[in-house]
């Protein structure tokens, strides 16, 4: 790849171009924009076929620049054509070309506290991870994938029922006023990162794949991710939201994937402690408390959760 050109130090670029492709992007964008950057054009990726009709449909980001008047192209070497002094990436998910990095500098606000977490999943490899903390940062680009050197960072806990969902929203939401900060105060000389590096690979369906037989923490985070399943009755079985609970009387025995009832809440043993279900899904129909589910389920002794 060729040498990424480094933003001036120092200098508050006011005339940018912004890359970007999902949800999760477009409050940076509009962030910029209501803070009175001049954006002549966002690149994003092409349209895809989404929804129950299988129509063309633009990326989030592209809809939501349109909706603000700026003009908007699949194609990276367009930036080079609009006099911008800065490109802002955010979640973009294509390489940059290496004529566009070489003339025209760039900054990448990622969702994690770097160098842990490089890559396409860091909220989703946190929560997976046990992490109790995570962050967003703003670097330079460098050759590699989120490997540039940090000119603003923030750290944000994660708790432990914190989803997924939430974290983004949290992560984004204190992402889009650091970028926008960041920038007007002048891009300063950044600092390389220091630490062990991790790597968040894209999820696979292992990821969310419940095992029965691991500790009921280890699931609880998949649940956290969403999209957790199991199967029940040959079907897929899915589990939106549950809560760990001290083995008592009742759940005493379970063994893993067995169903029982803790007062009057729907359980399921594990490799290592009881899970109490709240939310879930069984195939073919919509999400439901748990304990509706039971009713009509009807699970008995023989019924595992597999």
């Not at 509009?30 to 129509?55: C, N, Q, T, W, Y």
């Not at 995570?134 to 914190?162: K, R």
Request: hydrophobic residues 45%; contains cysteine; aromatic residues 6%.
């Amino acid at each position: 790849m060729t040498e990424p050109l480094v933003p001036a130090a120092n200098i508050t670029p006011r005339r940018l171009v912004y890359m970007g492709t999902p949800q999760m992007a477009v409050p940076p964008l509009r962030a910029l924009h209501a803070a009175g950057f001049d954006i002549p054009l966002v690149v994003s990726r092409a349209d895809k076929r989404r929804g129950r009709g299988s129509e063309m449909q633009p990326s989030p980001v592209k809809a939501a620049a349109l909706e603000l008047g700026i003009p908007v192209t699949t194609d990276v070497v367009d930036a080079l054509d609009v006099d911008a002094e800065l490109a802002v990436v955010v979640a973009f998910g294509e390489w940059l070309k290496p004529e566009v990095v070489s003339q025209l500098p760039m900054i990448n606000l990622h969702f994690s506290l770097l160098p842990r977490w490089r890559g396409a999943a860091p909220v989703e490899r946190a929560i997976l991870a046990g992490d109790t903390e995570t962050g967003v940062c703003i670097i330079a680009i460098a050759e590699e994938f989120d490997t540039g050197d940090i000119y603003a960072q923030q750290a944000v806990p994660i708790l432990p029922t914190t989803t997924a969902d939430e974290l983004s929203r949290q992560l984004v939401e204190i992402g889009s006023q650091l970028l926008v900060d960041t920038i007007e105060a002048g891009l300063e000389v950044p600092t390389p990162q220091v630490g062990e590096a991790t790597y968040a690979g894209k999820l696979s369906a292992d990821d969310f794949r419940l095992d029965p037989t691991r500790p009921a923490v280890e699931l609880l985070r998949q649940i956290r991710i969403g999209r957790a399943w199991a199967e029940f009755r040959g079907g897929r079985f899915r589990i939106w939201d549950a809560e760990a609970i001290d083995v008592v009387d009742g759940a005493a025995g379970l063994g893993a994937g067995e169903f029982g009832i803790v007062d009057g809440r729907t359980v399921v043993g594990t490799g290592d402690g009881t899970l109490a279900l709240i939310e879930v899904q069984p195939e073919g129909k919509a999400r439901m408390a748990a304990d509706a589910w039971r009713n009509g389920a009807q699970p008995t002794s023989d019924d595992r959760l597999t």
